[in-house]
């Protein structure tokens, strides 16, 4: 299986295989627990298998949680993909992360950081984003940076909006993009 990290096209199905692999060792390992503990002799030993099934069920539920929440979501498209990467130059692009807040699950398949701006293309037809840029912008405040964020639903206007926008040029410091690319991700599942 190849391996895809936060940011890049295709993670979400890897995560998700990934993630899936992990709930099912868990629940394989918990099962062979309480079969051990048919077959133990004395009744301290069935107590201590039965102590360590239970426990084995914490780990297991803190994977499949977040994976159960997000696994309607799919990877983007080759061709959504191919649209995209056109717009490279115009700052760093990140695809088919999900954020979440407190209020809502933000499947963002495409997001273009540059360094004041963030537009972000998101498929939850029933999120707010009011909400959603509310959210991203403070999060980016709470590590001191400001940045102009724009959730975007409709695929047509979100491309509108990138083909309008100039590209970035190259003398430019990237350290506050990476800094918000680095946050982008690790507000994502």
């Given at each position: 299986?190849?391996?895809?990290?936060?940011?890049?096209?295709?993670?979400?199905?890897?995560?998700?295989?990934?993630?899936?692999?992990?709930?099912?060792?868990?629940?394989?390992?918990?099962?062979?627990?309480?079969?051990?503990?048919?077959?133990?002799?004395?009744?301290?030993?069935?107590?201590?298998?039965?102590?360590?099934?239970?426990?084995?069920?914490?780990?297991?539920?803190?994977?499949?949680?977040?994976?159960?929440?997000?696994?309607?979501?799919?990877?983007?498209?080759?061709?959504?993909?191919?649209?995209?990467?056109?717009?490279?130059?115009?700052?760093?692009?990140?695809?088919?992360?999900?954020?979440?807040?407190?209020e809502q699950?933000?499947?963002?398949?495409?997001?273009?950081?540059?360094?004041?701006?963030?537009?972000?293309?998101?498929?939850?037809?029933?999120?707010?984003?009011?909400?959603?840029?509310?959210?991203?912008?403070?999060?980016?405040?709470?590590?001191?940076?400001?940045?102009?964020v724009k959730?975007?639903?409709?695929?047509?206007?979100?491309?509108?909006?990138?083909?309008?926008?100039?590209?970035?040029?190259?003398?430019?410091?990237?350290?506050?993009?990476?800094?918000?690319?680095?946050?982008?991700?690790?507000?994502?599942?």
């Open positions: 299986m190849k391996r895809y990290s936060k940011g890049q096209s295709g993670y979400r199905d890897y995560h998700k295989k990934k993630e899936l692999l992990k709930v099912l060792i868990g629940a394989v390992l918990i099962i062979i627990q309480l079969i051990l503990r048919k077959f133990a002799g004395n009744a301290a030993l069935k107590n201590t298998l039965t102590v360590m099934a239970i426990l084995s069920v914490l780990p297991a539920a803190n994977i499949a949680a977040p994976l159960l929440a997000s696994f309607k979501f799919r990877s983007l498209s080759p061709m959504l993909e191919k649209k995209a990467s056109a717009y490279e130059e115009k700052g760093v692009l990140l695809y088919d992360l999900i954020i979440s807040s407190k699950l933000l499947p963002m398949d495409v997001i273009l950081v540059m360094p004041d701006e963030i537009y972000a293309y998101c498929t939850a037809g029933k999120a707010d984003s009011d909400k959603a840029e509310r959210y991203i912008k403070q999060m980016l405040s709470q590590h001191k940076l400001d940045y102009n959730v975007i639903f409709d695929e047509n206007s979100f491309f509108k909006r990138l083909s309008s926008l100039k590209p970035k040029e190259k003398n430019e410091a990237n350290g506050r993009s990476d800094q918000a690319v680095t946050l982008l991700k690790s507000l994502s599942m």
